[in-house]
């Protein structure tokens, strides 16, 4: 959390200032970027006619500054913005993943699709708890179903030494881009999935779309792999696409390669 910034202060730093709004409407609250914002709600009092409207520095994407800090109070709040058009991330994105452990180990067994090498098995546990002020109704339980989960990624004893020899990550995905079919990725994967895990984004709490149940423990739009030796669910092996949807899914959190270098 970005303590002691107001989420005006917040917002600003990550906009330019733009003297005449286009003529066009503000995609959050619809009305022209050349008008007032519609944005009625409280928390946004003291933002002056004169720099009611804001570019996002990297995207360019324009919004009624009184817009984007009415998204950022809706958010966790966490010191980072999304655009809502192009969802590009501003600061660290995080998530509201509730307490939990996550380990991971290597099993000597291969996983169909990938016969050459042994598997990396992760495993999550999240114990029931009570909502916080970042969940949808806080102060309520929630319930955590079929914990501890078990989710598989190919590994190769080949992709490790290189990984560690070097321990430059660019080579490793400079290798794997090159073919994509190989194992090296998916230590990347795992070191991304960590990285992930800290910032609370592998897990969240709302209703499953699997069971219908409301407030509870849910994966958070990154997928896994969570059957080890058929695909009887579609979340299993083989499936040559995996990789690069995660590596897609985790880009949308934020998390990237560069996340991973020392
Ligand atoms: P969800 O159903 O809301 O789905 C969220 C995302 O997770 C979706 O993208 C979905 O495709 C994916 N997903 C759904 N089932 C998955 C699975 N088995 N493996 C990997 N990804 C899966 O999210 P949810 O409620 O967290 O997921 C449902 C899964 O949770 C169940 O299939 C099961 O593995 C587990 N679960 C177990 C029990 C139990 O009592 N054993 C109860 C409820 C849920
Ligand atoms: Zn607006
Ligand atoms: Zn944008």
Same mark, same amino acid.
């Given at each position: 959390?970005?303590?002691?910034?107001?989420?005006?202060?917040?917002?600003?730093?990550?906009?330019?200032?733009?003297?005449?709004?286009?003529?066009?409407?503000?995609? +959050?609250?619809?009305?022209?970027?050349? /008008?007032?914002? &519609?944005?009625?709600? *409280?928390?946004? $009092?003291?933002?002056?006619? %004169?720099?009611?409207?804001?570019?996002l520095?990297?995207c360019g994407h324009?919004?009624?500054?009184?817009?984007?800090?009415?998204?950022?109070?809706?958010?966790?709040?966490?010191?980072?913005?999304q655009c809502p058009t192009c969802k590009t991330?501003?600061?660290?994105?995080?998530?509201?993943?509730?307490?939990?452990?996550?380990?991971?180990?290597?099993?000597?067994?291969?996983?169909?699709?990938?016969?050459?090498?042994?598997?990396?098995? +992760?495993?999550?546990?999240?114990?029931? /708890?009570?909502? &916080?002020?970042?969940? *949808?109704?806080? $102060?309520?339980?929630?319930? %955590?179903?079929?914990?501890?989960?078990?989710?598989?990624?190919?590994?190769?004893?080949?992709?490790?030494?290189?990984?560690?020899?070097?321990?430059?990550?660019?080579?490793?995905?400079?290798?794997?881009?090159?073919?994509?079919?190989?194992?090296?990725?998916?230590?990347?994967?795992?070191?991304?999935?960590?990285?992930?895990?800290?910032?609370?984004?592998?897990?969240?709490?709302?209703?499953?779309?699997?069971?219908?149940?409301?407030?509870?423990?849910?994966?958070?739009?990154?997928?896994?792999?969570?059957?080890?030796?058929?695909?009887?669910?579609?979340?299993?092996?083989?499936?040559?696409?995996?990789?690069?949807?995660?590596?897609?899914?985790?880009?949308?959190?934020?998390?990237?390669?560069?996340?991973?270098?020392?």
């Open positions: 959390a970005r303590k002691g910034k107001t989420p005006e202060e917040v917002v600003k730093r990550y906009l330019q200032k733009v003297r005449n709004p286009p003529e066009e409407d503000c995609t +959050i609250c619809m009305e022209a970027l050349s /008008g007032p914002s &519609g944005y009625k709600g *409280p928390g946004v $009092g003291g933002i002056s006619r %004169a720099e009611s409207v804001g570019r520095a990297q324009q919004y009624h500054l009184q817009c984007l800090v009415a998204m950022y109070n809706n958010g966790n709040k966490d010191g980072s913005l991330i501003y600061g660290v994105k995080t998530g509201n993943q509730p307490p939990g452990k996550m380990e991971y180990h290597i099993i000597p067994h291969s996983l169909p699709g990938h016969p050459d090498c042994k598997t990396i098995r +992760i495993i999550y546990n999240i114990p029931p /708890g009570i909502q &916080g002020p970042e969940h *949808p109704n806080p $102060g309520k339980p929630f319930t %955590a179903r079929g914990f501890p989960r078990h989710c598989y990624l190919p590994d190769s004893e080949k992709g490790r030494k290189v990984y560690l020899k070097n321990s430059i990550i660019c080579l490793v995905l400079v290798i794997s881009q090159q073919h994509p079919e190989n194992n090296y990725y998916f230590i990347q994967v795992l070191r991304l999935l960590l990285v992930a895990w800290d910032r609370r984004l592998i897990f969240s709490v709302g209703t499953s779309s699997t069971t219908g149940e409301s407030d509870t423990v849910i994966w958070n739009e990154v997928h896994h792999k969570t059957e080890f030796g058929s695909n009887l669910t579609g979340h299993g092996f083989p499936d040559p696409g995996h990789l690069d949807n995660v590596l897609e899914e985790l880009r949308a959190q934020g998390i990237t390669e560069e996340d991973c270098l020392p």
